[in-house]
């Protein structure tokens, strides 16, 4: 056993973090929700990298596993990188790899990035198409025409798919067989917003702390009191605690464990209570200036509060992994004498 | 990164448990915090010594098995699992021995180890004093320099120390300087509780367990042969060993996870229980395993020459408060049934001295604040 991230991982986390913080500058973050569109360098860049397509086969530039994809997106997080990231590189790509990989060369579908939903709101920034997933089919829906909604964090543009518009999309695949290919699509889908979601609280905690240390109230830095203290501390230790439970579901994807669906969504558990504690006490410690629009921390809360629901509700990842207890036959769960705790 | 279990790790658990399930005490051993408890958990435990459990990562020159905290997290999980509980020996266990494993010299070690494995010496913590708790710096016991004697003449009072009643021995921190003032001039001592001038009274803790005990020192021996680290070092070994109360060792992720299921199985055993009751549970389970998972990481670093710093102190506040949610979560589900004495209450109240000891999880807060995300210092 060796918990630790390998070689790969760590080279393609430390080339997306130098890429993005290069190209993903707040101020492009904000173009992004006034254009409604990725900035071609940023999704270009992705694309470069490797990233976009790296749950693709190797002929078409991919070969990577979820191990290094999900280091990628706290990377992408930590940057709040905008538009359909996830659901481009994380559900689109590995479901047309397995169901249609022709679709994958279609430029026309894939250009500007292929969103992906599971029911009618879609986050589409940039995006010409959708996957929509119901039980055991797929369309290709165009967004041709869409409209962003009113909604949380604008660097999303989510919008809504009335019904004949899903009805009456190509169906790029169904049958029982694609069931599975969507189930473990969603199960990814869950893993790297998760992954996204620590990124963003580890960056909206570094945010906080710099500006702690330096905004002065009562004759000093706000940061040397307990109480602001303490807030960085519970969001610190929540964060560190969800991160390893996200790289272990990122193994049992990458090595198609059984328990891989109850691990995607203990990671998507952890990572939603972190960040909402994240997002809460980062606000409460900038005070009213982190109630503004002017302030980059929004960048970060807007977006946590906005991943709280997509791919799966705590509540709903909470009740996946109690329906999962009776059958888990690990090694650690078995021969109980019900008898001692604590 | 390989989460698989080795085939030769796998050999080791398959031992470790069916060996545990051959040999385990036909009924349920009492707290080791009572008089009776603690003999009781003595004589079990010098049955895992002599089968060679006792301290599996521990060199066999001293009493274990030779093997890695790999194995040594395996054992406590089939260790919990098979229903037993905190080991009476755990302060000399994985308290005092990692220290003694970085800072004791040979001849501590060959002395002390085998004895701690053997459970021939038991010991008591003496950190806190009545105006020294979470402030460790504060400690005021002073020990004099007798150069005729070659040692140390100890005075002062220790409090709240864990099953002193019980025990023959105790590490403390001391001020060997008299100058001195906070962690400077502190020492390490080991220090024999049925020496001349040592007197224990034992404190009645939350719940009436006698397990607590003050100590009161009147010029008390101490030769020099028994300071840890060396003369002023006191501080550094002391926060060796703060870091293993509030890292793994002490809290080994098998004793949460068997915790866990246990909840689980009490709340499969309760007629109707709420959703939200649910949502406790399911967040219970799931905290022990990231835990676990956290801890795996850990033993990797420190399998690879690592070492753990101050994210010990974050650990600790993540694993009290665990152990505090979880207990309440079962007497929630135990309703009415809850204010009779039971495994659960017991569990309770020992739970609820985890967010005050090995320092407050509000000075951990402050460690992790400072040290780990560099806020500044008021």
């Not at chain 1, 918990?3 to 492009?28: G, L, M, N």
């Not at chain 1, 940061?223 to 439970?245: D, L, S, W, Y």
């Not at chain 2, 701690?116 to 950190?127: C, H, R, S, Y």
């Amino acid at each position: 056993m060796r918990f630790t991230p390998t070689e790969d991982q760590i080279a393609f986390a430390e080339a997306t973090r130098s890429f993005v913080s290069r190209e993903c500058r707040p101020d492009v973050v904000r173009a992004a929700w006034a254009t409604g569109r990725t900035p071609a360098a940023l999704w270009d860049g992705l694309d470069g990298l490797g990233l976009l397509a790296l749950l693709a086969p190797e002929e078409l530039g991919g070969g990577g596993s979820e191990l290094e994809l999900t280091s990628a997106f706290e990377e992408l997080g930590r940057a709040a990188v905008p538009g359909p990231v996830v659901e481009h590189a994380a559900v689109a790509v590995p479901l047309l790899a397995a169901l249609a990989p022709d679709r994958l060369a279609d430029s026309a579908a894939m250009s500007g990035g292929l969103t992906a939903t599971v029911s009618d709101v879609v986050p589409y920034l940039g995006a010409g198409h959708a996957l929509v997933l119901e039980s055991d089919r797929i369309r290709l829906v165009d967004l041709n025409g869409i409209e962003p909604q009113e909604s949380m964090d604008s660097s999303r543009a989510v919008g809504r798919l009335d019904r004949s518009r899903i009805d009456t999309a190509e169906v790029l695949a169904q049958g029982p067989g694609v069931a599975a290919h969507i189930a473990r699509a969603e199960d990814r889908a869950a893993l790297m917003t998760a992954s996204f979601l620590l990124g963003l609280s580890a960056r909206a905690i570094e945010i906080t702390v710099e500006y702690t240390s330096s905004r002065r109230q009562f004759g000093s830095p706000v940061g040397t009191f307990q109480a602001v203290k303490h807030h960085m501390a519970n969001a610190h230790i929540a964060v560190e605690m969800a991160r390893p439970v996200a790289e272990a579901a990122a193994w049992a994807m990458a090595t198609d464990a059984d328990d891989s669906r109850r691990v995607c969504s203990m990671a998507k558990v952890m990572a939603n209570k972190a960040a909402r504690r994240t997002a809460k006490a980062a606000l409460q410690c900038h005070g009213a200036i982190g109630y503004t629009m002017e302030a980059d921390l929004h960048l970060y809360l807007m977006r946590i509060w906005s991943l709280l629901n997509a791919w799966g509700t705590t509540e709903f990842h909470s009740d996946r992994v109690f329906d999962a207890l009776g059958d888990v036959e690990s090694d650690f769960n078995r021969t109980r004498q019900a008898s001692l705790v604590g | 990164m390989n989460l698989e279990e080795s085939s030769s790790d796998h050999e080791f658990r398959m031992e470790a448990r069916d060996w545990l399930r051959t040999n385990r005490p036909a009924e349920r051993l009492p707290s080791p915090d009572t008089e009776r408890g603690f003999a009781l958990n003595r004589e079990w435990e010098r049955t895992l010594f002599e089968a060679g459990w006792a301290a599996v990562s521990w060199p066999e020159e001293y009493g274990g098995r030779g093997l890695g905290l790999w194995e040594w997290m395996i054992f406590e999980e089939e260790y919990f699992a098979a229903g037993l509980g905190p080991r009476a020996a755990q302060n000399g266990l994985f308290l005092l021995a990692p220290s003694l494993f970085e800072f004791g010299t040979d001849a501590q070690k060959a002395q002390l180890l085998p004895r701690i494995a053997g459970v021939e010496d038991m010991w008591a913590q003496g950190w806190s004093e009545p105006e020294a708790g979470s402030d460790l710096a504060a400690v005021r016991v002073r020990a004099d320099r007798d150069e005729a004697a070659g040692g140390w003449r100890v005075n002062g009072q220790k409090t709240w120390s864990t099953r002193a009643p019980f025990c023959n021995r105790l590490f403390a921190l001391v001020r060997t300087d008299p100058e001195s003032t906070r962690h400077r001039g502190l020492s390490y001592l080991l220090i024999d509780l049925d020496a001349p001038g040592v007197t224990v009274r034992p404190v009645q803790k939350l719940g009436n367990e006698t397990g607590f005990g003050e100590i009161f020192f009147d010029d008390v021996f101490v030769p020099d042969s028994e300071v840890l680290g060396g003369v002023g070092n006191g501080w550094k070994v002391a926060m060796a060993t703060t870091g293993s109360e509030r890292g793994l060792i002490l809290r080994s992720p098998g004793r949460f996870m068997a915790a866990a299921q246990n909840l689980v199985d009490l709340y499969a055993s309760v007629d109707g229980p709420s959703s939200t009751l649910k949502r406790d549970v399911v967040d219970a389970w799931i905290s022990a395993q990231a835990y676990r998972y956290n801890s795996m990481k850990t033993v990797t670093r420190i399998a690879e020459g690592g070492k753990v710093g101050a994210e010990s102190s974050g650990n600790k506040v993540f694993w009290s408060e665990m152990d505090v949610h979880m207990h309440e979560t079962a007497l929630d589900l135990l309703g009415d049934g809850a204010e009779i004495d039971g495994k659960w209450w017991h569990g309770f109240i020992t739970s609820m001295a985890t967010p005050i000891f090995a320092g407050t999880n509000e000075i951990q807060r402050n460690i992790v604040a400072e040290r780990v995300l560099g806020m500044p210092r008021s």
